[in-house]
């Protein structure tokens, strides 16, 4: 995906903080970040949402959702987290490739608004 920033970000063309990569999947810290520990964890494979994911994305989703707690042990959370997907305009999509949000080291709250 030419214009895709996440895209970009993955292939090294935008700098970014990486926390963890392998074949599949990367992750870096938020640049604008809503707690202590910030980091998203997006496929390499450019899929536009959520809503865009199909049978053939088991894999990378289980191995996101898999690798989530390390990463997340990696980066001195102990207490727990917070995991987002934010899908489409209602749900505040900005960057439309598919992200999980990760975020720590502070009390989070219910609803978020
Ligand atoms: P969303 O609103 O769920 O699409 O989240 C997009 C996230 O990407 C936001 O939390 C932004 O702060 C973050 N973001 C945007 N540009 C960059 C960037 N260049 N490096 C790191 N994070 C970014
Ligand atoms: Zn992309």
Redesign the pocket.
Known sequence: MEDC?FCK?IAGE?P?TKVYEDDLIYA?????P?APVHF?VLPKKHIESLDATNPEDAEVLAHILLKIKDIAKEQGIVNGYRVAI?CGPDG????KHL?F?VLGKRKMSWPPG
Not at 28 to 32: E, G, L, P, R, Y
């Open positions: 920033l970000i935008i970014s870096f810290n938020d640049i604008n809503q998203l934010n505040d999509q900005t960057v992200h949000h």
